[in-house]
């Protein structure tokens, strides 16, 4: 990678489904370390640019990059190699509710380590401690609540210590005082480990809590309206749309 070089760059970029089109032109940077916010209003598209990034859905043109290098036009295993440096968190958490949290974690390490059994049970341990859930490695999903839930599917993401963390709509579903926690959690572990983390949500508690960068999408327009940090964009952004939304639709028209 070269010096300066973004750890992301999504480059003139469109997104459809079919002949519908979601979102045109974008055009971000996301450096190392930062914690990266995709805003915007109900059916913008943010989620399915989280899914461009991450390689689950094909962009109908443009491309992201990683370290410099073409995701979307690179081959199959190189796309492969990635995408093993990525950690996701859906909504629901999305563990398995047979397997215990220790064995929720533990799966990826059996499918893409040498690690023996012993040595994956100490990894899921160590994973749980980090987001706070010491001790309860053998308890099954059905038995923790929604918080913890969203606690081991982050362990569950950095089971295999990605370089980036991405979070759909981590907050979804928990109470003010969970979410709360969930946010310092996210950002206590950013600043320890270094990682970059992409975030989908609209929680705006949660966008000035931790996030430092940002792009906002526009379900009218069909593309980005802004890009930086969430205060700033706030505070001084020229654009109504983006103050209004960041302002819970409390911005005034200064006619610009």
């Known amino acids: 990678m070269e010096a300066g ?10 997104m459809a489904y079919g002949d519908f089109l979601i ?15 995709i805003m915007g209003g109900s059916g913008c598209g943010k989620s399915t640019l989280l899914k461009v990034m991450i390689g689950l859905k094909s962009p109908a043109t443009g491309d992201v990059f990683y370290d410099g290098k073409s995701f979307w036009c690179s081959t ?15 909504q629901s958490g999305a563990l398995w509710s047979s ?5 929720n974690i ?10 023996g059994a012993a040595e994956i049970r100490e990894v899921a341990a160590y994973k749980l401690m980090l987001v706070g859930l010491a001790g309860f490695e053998d308890y099954y999903p059905s038995e923790i609540s929604g918080g913890m839930k969203k606690r081991a599917g982050l362990a569950r993401a950095m089971a295999l210590d990605p370089e980036i963390l991405f979070f759909d709509e981590p907050s979804a579903g ?9 946010d310092d959690l996210i950002l206590e572990l950013c600043e320890s480990l270094g990682t970059t983390v992409v975030i989908v949500t609209h929680e705006l508690a949660s966008i000035f809590a931790i996030g ?11 593309t980005q309206l802004a890009t930086g940090n969430p205060k700033e964009l706030r505070d001084h952004h020229p654009n109504f749309e983006v103050r209004n939304f960041l302002l819970r639709g409390k911005a005034e028209d200064i006619g610009t």
């Not at 199959?76 to 859906?90: I, Q």
């Not at 533990?106 to 690690?115: C, D, I, K, S």
């Not at 928990?174 to 969930?182: E, F, G, N, R």
């Open 212 to 222: 430092n960068n940002s792009v906002f999408l526009d379900p009218v327009t069909k």
């Open 174 to 182: 928990l109470d003010p005082i969970s979410a709360k926690l969930l």
């Open 23 to 37: 979102q045109k032109k974008l055009n971000f940077s996301i450096n190392r370390g930062d914690i990266f916010i």
């Open 5 to 14: 070089q973004p750890h992301i760059l999504v480059k003139d970029l469109s």
């Open 99 to 103: 397997m215990t949290l220790a064995e």
């Open 106 to 115: 533990g799966l990826a390490l059996q499918q893409f380590t040498q690690l």
């Open 76 to 90: 199959n295993a190189e796309r492969k190699s990635v995408k093993g440096k990525f950690g996701t968190l859906f």
